[in-house]
Every structure is written in structure tokens, then in C-alpha cells.
């Protein structure tokens, strides 16, 4: 019988958490307090040691060990825990970012750029794990170290005001660390108002407005003739 989400998975070493996830979500499956598969999984490997206690204490005294140890030690046999968890990241950067605004009053362009450089003064961690069943004497210790130093990143994008009120705003950047370790990232933003602030926090306002010229027109279509003075 297969474990069947996006792919069926026969064979039992293919089968991995989120398949089990992906299936309890198809068919909507919930433990009677109503929650997912997320909660009802934790709480199966929760039990599993109490339960593989329970069951050796109950097996018969003759019976065999080449069938029970196996199966009890097997169930748990790779399970870790944490047992510490130490961190030292302290760092400092330098960046240079610029922009140039232009454009009329139908619409305003303002590119924009940044770069920045990052290094770690301190950057070190280590984490103690151990085999929940059967530990060893010493702990297991992984050296851990930060994606944030060496870091070099740049960034450039386009904000656009449209003297209507809409505006929009494109990014683009990039982020290589001293290893092969690397990001890139895109975003886009659309609004609409009467005052707008793009990426870079400056603030732009549609341009009849802040020339106070609204109050002394009469705008139909796209045309706006000015009305005329008051006495």
C-alpha cells in the first residue's frame, strides 16, 4: 500500500513527515480537540518512548530478543535532542545607498541603489546533542557558524509616481556570503493614493496638490482648465 500526496511512496524509507502532512490536509484529518496532522504527529513521537517502555515491560521473560530488540530500540534509535545551544555573532557593516529623482508632473521616476558589506567580529556557536535512547557518555557537539559575515549585498530598484496617485515601486537584490552561501530577492508594490512613499521612505504627492492648484480648478477628463478667479 502506497502513501499517495503529489507522488504515491511504496517503500517506507521514501516516506518522510511532510507526505503525512500533505495527506492528513487532503483528507481533512483532525484528533478530537480538533487539531491537524502537525499536532496529532508530535503527539505519536511524544508517546513513542513511554510506549516502547510499556510494551518491553509486558513482553514474556523468555521472550526472543533478536525480535523484540529491533523492533523497540529501532523506533527510537535516531532520535536527538538538544542539549545546549551557545551563540557569539557580533558584527559591523558599511553601506552606501543613492537615488536621483525626475520625471514631470504626469509622472515622477526615482531610481535608486544600495550597496553594504558586512563582517562578523564574533561569529561562533556550538550546539550539544545526544541520542534520546541509549546516549552516549559525551555529547555530540556541532561548531555553527552565521550566514552574516563577509556578506557582501547590492540592491537597485525604480519607484514610479503617476500624477493620478498610483505608484509603483521595483526591487531587485542580491546577497553572496564568504561561502557558496547566496539570496536573491525580488519585490514589486502597487498603490494608490494621494500621497505615496516609495522603497526609500521618500515621500512624493501628486503634483497639483502640492502646488496648491486644486482649489482653482474644475477637472474634466484628463483635462483641467482653470476656473476662474473670484472677485
Not at 502513501?3 to 513527515?17: D, F, G, S, V, Y
Not at 546516549?135 to 540592491?155: E, H, T
Request: glycine residues 12%; neutral net charge; proline residues 4%.
Amino acid at each position: 500500500m502506497a502513501i499517495r500526496t503529489t507522488n504515491a511512496h511504496w517503500k517506507m524509507k521514501e516516506i518522510q513527515r511532510r507526505h503525512w502532512l500533505g495527506l492528513g490536509k487532503r483528507f481533512g484529518v483532525l484528533d478530537d480537540n480538533g487539531h491537524g496532522m502537525e499536532t496529532i504527529l508530535d503527539g505519536l513521537i511524544a508517546r513513542t518512548p513511554g510506549v516502547i517502555a510499556d510494551v518491553e515491560a509486558n513482553l514474556p521473560k523468555d521472550f526472543p530478543e533478536q525480535v523484540a530488540g529491533p523492533v523497540l530500540r529501532g523506533l527510537g534509535v535516531h532520535d536527538l535532542a538538544y542539549r545546549e545551544h551557545t551563540v557569539d555573532n557580533r558584527a559591523v557593516a558599511l553601506g552606501l545607498e543613492g537615488s536621483h529623482a525626475f520625471g514631470g508632473d504626469r509622472v515622477r521616476y526615482r531610481p535608486f541603489w544600495n550597496l553594504e558589506y558586512r563582517h562578523a567580529l564574533e561569529n561562533q556557536g556550538q550546539a550539544a546533542i545526544n541520542y534520546v535512547n541509549s546516549p552516549a557518555a559525551r555529547d555530540y557537539l556541532l561548531d555553527m557558524r552565521s550566514y552574516n559575515d563577509r556578506l557582501f549585498s547590492v540592491g537597485t530598484g525604480l519607484d514610479v509616481q503617476f500624477g493620478r496617485g498610483w505608484a509603483l515601486s521595483v526591487l531587485l537584490g542580491h546577497e553572496q556570503g564568504r561561502n557558496d552561501s547566496s539570496a536573491n530577492r525580488i519585490g514589486l508594490s502597487v498603490s494608490y493614493g494621494a500621497s505615496q512613499t516609495g522603497h526609500g521612505g521618500e515621500v512624493t504627492a501628486d503634483p497639483a496638490s502640492a502646488s496648491g492648484e486644486d482649489s482653482g480648478r474644475t477637472c474634466r477628463g484628463r483635462r483641467c482648465p482653470r476656473s476662474a478667479a473670484g472677485p
